[in-house]
């Protein structure tokens, strides 16, 4: 009895160990397909077929393994990039109406308000802290 108790939970440990495995590779590929593609619209069910999982049960496991539901990923990967556009010399003067279509946000209101929540400041006052910060960078000796 105590042998095939061992032999079941040795069976079925492997069994979860090979599930938990199986289910990083899906959110490592929902991952990669959202940074790729942080700028459309993307849906559970395309996520679900790229990650080869359930949609719900991708909600799950992703959640599991990130902290943060996709759809709230996404947001976080969408105002990462919006940093990185502000802080670019080149797209510093890109009106945010703009910068926020091609990021992906329904309108600037929707892009503020996230950039907002997410960082405590506007994309404005935000850029114009980098520039701030950059200047009195490149003048220091």
């Not at 556009?85 to 003067?93: G, I």
């Not at 404005?124 to 220091?140: D, I, K, M, P």
């Amino acid at each position: 009895a105590c042998l095939l108790a061992r032999h079941v939970l040795r069976m079925n440990g492997n069994r979860r160990v090979q599930q938990r495995t199986r289910a990083s590779a899906s959110v490592l590929r929902a991952m990669e397909y959202m940074s790729d593609c942080y700028a459309s619209d993307l849906s559970l069910a395309q996520l679900g077929d790229v990650a080869k999982l359930n949609p719900s049960h991708l909600v799950t496991v992703f959640r599991k393994a990130t902290g943060l539901a996709p759809h709230q990923f996404l947001i976080h990967l969408r105002i990462d990039r919006a940093k990185q556009r502000l802080r670019c010399s080149r797209e510093r003067d890109t009106p945010l109406a703009e910068m926020s279509v091609q990021l992906g946000f329904n309108d600037q209101s929707h892009f503020i308000r996230h950039f907002k929540r997410l960082t405590g400041t506007t994309p404005g006052a935000w850029r114009a802290a980098e520039r701030q910060r950059t200047c009195n960078t490149s003048r220091s000796p």
